[in-house]
């Protein structure tokens, strides 16, 4: 663990603002018609309305889009933040759900009205290299992948490590990752006991920079 980590001192005053390390600004996102649409507010855990033909920009906060099969069994399709664009249309699979980690901002855009490579092209490389994480063979292996993606993608350097203010829960973390909630739960306290991660109840983790 390095040496100028305290964990008191992440913990207790909270990580930075989450933000992107890879956020393209969000006005190479906006639609030019798009300017004049009011936002809606969200609640956490709350869904936003996924119509066929709408698509939702995300202004503040994180969202998780999930799929279901025949049995129940949950597939996230991804885990979106600020400046990101989701909606049913862009991933062609239903059903589709689009549910608030946390309070979330959004601005509705219409997809027949709507037309942005850009947006489309982030999008699907978000979903290749999610797709890829979770084809990792070994558990342990595959949720560390994605707990350094979504590290990369929502959090701040700090001089400890990489500080992420994620509100998401086990089981969330377990059906993104493709485990059961028993193991993520025992896989986190595993990369805790190796010095790799530091976890709070706070909903917040840290990667620890290797001393």
Not at 38 to 51: N, V, W
């Given at each position: ?21 890879s ?19 969200f609640?956490d ?20 889009t ?15 933040g600020t400046g ?10 239903a ?9 979330v901002?959004?601005?509705a ?7 942005n ?8 490389q ?6 890829k ?16 993606w ?14 992420t ?12 990752a ?34």
């Amino acid at each position: 663990m390095s040496a100028l980590f305290n964990p008191a001192s992440v913990f207790y005053f909270g990580c930075p603002m989450v933000s992107s390390l890879s956020t393209v600004p969000l006005s190479s996102f906006m639609h030019a018609q798009s300017s004049a649409l009011q936002s809606t507010f969200f609640s956490d855990r709350a869904f936003l309305p996924s119509e066929s033909q709408e698509l939702w920009q995300i202004t503040r906060g994180l969202v998780r889009t999930y799929t279901w099969d025949s049995n129940g069994n949950i597939t996230t399709l991804g885990i979106w933040g600020t400046g990101d664009i989701v909606g049913q249309p862009l991933s062609n699979v239903a059903p589709y759900m689009i549910q608030t980690l946390g309070t979330v901002e959004a601005t509705a855009l219409v997809s027949n009205q709507w037309n942005n490579p850009e947006a489309i092209l982030s999008h699907a490389q978000q979903l290749s290299i999610l797709l890829k994480i979770i084809s990792i063979k070994r558990a342990d292996d595959r949720l560390l992948s994605l707990l350094k993606w979504l590290a990369q993608r929502f959090g701040n350097l700090t001089p400890a490590g990489t500080c992420t203010t994620l509100p998401i829960t086990h089981q969330e973390l377990a059906e993104t990752a493709n485990v059961t909630r028993v193991t993520a739960t025992r896989l986190i306290g595993d990369l805790e006991q190796q010095g790799v991660l530091l976890w709070s109840r706070r909903r917040q983790f840290v990667l620890l920079t290797p001393s």
